[in-house]
Structure formats: C-alpha cells, structure tokens
C-alpha cells in the first residue's frame, strides 16, 4: 500500500471540541448569575440581604449545573428555537398553508 493511498488523518484535541463551562455550567449564563446576585447583595446593604443573594447564587448555579449536565449547549439552542418559532410551525397538516419565509432569514 503506497503512502498516497491511505487517508489522512487529522487529530482533533479534545478541548477544541468542548463547550465553554464554568463551574459546570454556560459561562455566560453564570457570570449574568454573580453579577445579579452582587448587584442584589450590594443594593440590599444589610446581612440578611447578602444572605439572600447567596441563596439565589448557590440556587441558580445548581439549576445552571442540571441544565449543563443535560446538555452543555442548551441555551443556544432554545435561543436557536425562539428565533425560528415563526418559521416552524407547531401544527401543520395535508391542506394547512405553508407559512411565508420571513424576509431577514437566510
């Protein structure tokens, strides 16, 4: 078998296929979490109020991480779906019509 015949094979590291997570969640969805629960801890400017924030942070960071572990790109997706709601409709049938392409879709 001669060197030209065989396939090339280009190896693929693994962290140039992974999704971006931190602390095991979306990184963005997380960094929008902190900088909610700063911004409620600091306008609240009392202990209970710091509290509060931390409770909603650990929460959200646990339903962030439930959500990643189910499918690490499931907030673009469901972003995908809202913006091409109008182009899939829910039900169609033999004699339904068929939607209009919206102008701006490509």
């Given at each position: 078998?001669?060197?030209?015949d065989?396939?090339?094979?280009i190896?693929?590291?693994?962290?140039?296929?992974?999704?971006?997570?931190?602390?095991?969640?979306?990184r963005?969805?997380?960094?929008?979490?902190?900088?909610?629960?700063?911004?409620?801890?600091?306008s609240?400017?009392c202990w209970?109020g710091?509290?509060?924030?931390?409770?909603?942070?650990?929460?959200?960071i646990?339903a962030?991480?439930?959500m990643a572990?189910?499918?690490?790109?499931l907030?673009?997706?469901?972003l995908?779906?809202?913006?091409?709601?109008a182009?899939y409709?829910?039900?169609?049938g033999?004699?339904s019509?068929s939607?209009?392409t919206?102008?701006?879709?490509?």
């Amino acid at each position: 078998m001669d060197h030209a015949d065989k396939p090339r094979e280009i190896a693929i590291h693994q962290s140039a296929n992974r999704p971006n997570l931190l602390l095991g969640a979306d990184r963005e969805l997380v960094l929008v979490t902190v900088m909610v629960s700063g911004g409620l801890a600091f306008s609240l400017a009392c202990w209970w109020g710091v509290g509060v924030a931390a409770a909603l942070w650990v929460g959200s960071i646990a339903a962030l991480q439930r959500m990643a572990k189910a499918d690490p790109l499931l907030r673009r997706v469901y972003l995908r779906h809202i913006r091409y709601a109008a182009f899939y409709p829910a039900k169609s049938g033999l004699r339904s019509p068929s939607p209009e392409t919206p102008a701006n879709w490509r």
